[in-house]
């Protein structure tokens, strides 16, 4: 991209404005930042050496945070088959995959942790609001990728099919949905990583998990516990990531 | 001889289209019989063939395939179905599925409602789809994916799933243009020489005329949705294939432009 003319400097003018009021408005210290590095230093060194005594937690926690994530997961395909259907433009008009897809949009556009903190308001503290809000939160992206999935099918084998004598259901099963499969097997794990990742902090907002401990250790100044969780985090994480690239290989 | 295809005064217009796709189209195929219809792109050959094989409603005249007429309002009951075959310029196969899979796809149409769901295909079903890809020379490559496969072994499989479906009458859409030359006068033959072997009758379009002439017994040229002759391939001549390909003249306003 590139700025040229009256509008480019008006534009440059703009971002350059934007930059600044930022930092008069937030009264950006420097004396603070260059104080700030033996405070580090030492939040560092209580962090130092992790204790190994939380392990017991650290499995409960991310066993929680597991179930979470499976259980917020399978609520999104199940909310998110209907609604995909609803939001394709191959198998319905337009006066409903419009608004569908907007209700799809407006669902994505709030933040998980808001959710989760309005889900624990409604149902109180634990995993069930946790789940809830995975499920909620996943739908919005779910919902449109199983949309995609639909209306990305080739329709020429479905016509050969229907040439050849098959009924409906017939091609839905080997024009269809072999063509569906990998594509929704892929989404799904896609957001099941992600459920996975934002649901380690559900625990902060009291929606169940892993978080609860790190910010339990956090404000209880146990800096070497709440760093052995972060590792168990930070493993967990990379882990997931390593499976999940493994699993989508093998649909292609 | 009887008639396999009966096309009387048909003419059809795709929804939303200025000009008529097929205007009063009149001919016919015998049971057998090997024909081509010749012409350039959009001179309507495409919609023909899929108006022939049920896919297309909304059109005025008469028409019967293997002697039941068809409804011009609604698709043929699905029980007349297998009996037109139907190949397809961009092969229309199942990419991620395997080769014997697509070719059983061919037999759904002839298994009951029930088997063709539950997926569990007969001996017989299994004998046919395997002659069918012997016959089309690629029995070797049964357990592979469609999406392996070259263009010329991809019209093979889409052949092979054609005969499984046991055809008295085969439509071919363009069945070679997407081939080299070598491998589309290959698959033709293999076409043709499988219909004439099984008693079927073949009706393929094509925008070769050397391709029509090599492998039809009859030629039907087509231009801007109407019949401009049918002839026996022996009395194909150039006049005749050169007048279907000819250039459309510039309107006289077009050329004034430019002299402004």
Request: proline fraction near 6%.
């Amino acid at each position: 991209m590139q700025f040229r003319g009256f509008g480019g400097f008006v534009t440059s003018a703009l971002i350059a404005g934007a930059i600044l009021w930022s930092f008069v408005t937030t009264d950006v210290e420097l004396s603070r930042l260059m104080s700030a590095g033996p405070r580090i230093a030492d939040f560092l060194g209580r962090m130092f050496p992790p204790d190994p005594t939380v392990m017991a937690e650290i499995k409960k926690g991310s066993a929680e945070t597991l179930r979470i994530a499976i259980l917020g997961t399978l609520g999104a395909v199940i909310l998110s088959v209907p609604l995909g259907i609803l939001a394709s433009e191959t198998m319905v008009s337009p006066a409903v995959f419009r608004p569908i897809r907007t209700l799809l949009a407006f669902i994505r556009a709030i933040p998980l942790i808001l959710v989760a903190m309005l889900m624990v308001g409604a149902v109180g503290l634990g995993p069930l609001p946790g789940i809830i809000a995975v499920a909620f939160h996943a739908t919005g992206m779910l919902a449109k990728f199983y949309a995609e999935a639909i209306d990305g099918v080739s329709r020429a084998p479905i016509a050969a099919l229907e040439s050849a004598g098959a009924g409906p259901l017939v091609r839905l099963r080997y024009a269809i949905w072999p063509q569906m499969a990998p594509v929704v097997a892929r989404d799904t794990i896609f957001r099941f990583e992600l459920n996975l990742r934002e649901s380690l902090i559900l625990g902060i907002v009291g929606a169940g998990g892993i978080g609860f401990y790190i910010q339990t250790y956090v404000r209880s100044f146990q800096y070497d516990k709440a760093a052995s969780v972060t590792i168990a985090v930070v493993v967990m994480v990379i882990a997931i990531e390593a499976i999940n690239v493994a699993l989508r290989r093998r649909f292609t | 001889m009887s008639t396999a295809v009966e096309v009387d005064d048909l003419s059809f217009a795709h929804t939303g289209a200025d000009l008529p796709a097929l205007e009063r189209v009149s001919f016919r195929v015998s049971a057998g019989e090997s024909v081509a219809l010749l012409g350039p792109s959009g001179a309507g050959k495409t919609t023909l063939l899929a108006l022939l094989d049920g896919r297309l409603q909304g059109w005025s005249g008469r028409v019967s395939v293997l002697g039941a007429p068809l409804d011009p309002d609604r698709p043929p009951p699905s029980a007349r179905r297998p009996d037109t075959g139907f190949v397809f310029q961009e092969f229309a196969l199942v990419e991620r599925s395997s080769v014997l899979r697509n070719v059983l796809n061919g037999r759904l149409g002839r298994m009951s409602p029930l088997r063709a769901l539950l997926g569990s295909p007969t001996k017989h079903d299994l004998e046919i789809a395997r002659t069918a890809l012997a016959d089309c020379g690629i029995a070797d490559l049964a357990e592979r994916r469609v999406d392996s496969l070259s263009g010329g072994q991809r019209q093979r499989v889409a052949i092979a799933r054609c005969l499984a479906q046991e055809p008295r009458l085969i439509l071919a859409d363009e069945p070679v243009s997407n081939l080299d030359p070598t491998r589309a006068g290959e698959v033709l033959a293999l076409l043709t020489g499988a219909a004439q072997a099984r008693g079927a009758t073949a009706l393929f379009s094509s925008h070769q005329p050397d391709l029509a002439r090599r492998f039809a017994q009859r030629i039907i040229g087509m231009r801007d949705g109407r019949i401009a002759f049918d002839v026996p391939t022996s009395e194909l001549n150039d006049d005749a294939t050169a007048e279907l390909y000819r250039e459309v003249e510039p309107l006289p306003g077009l050329s004034l432009r430019a002299v402004s």
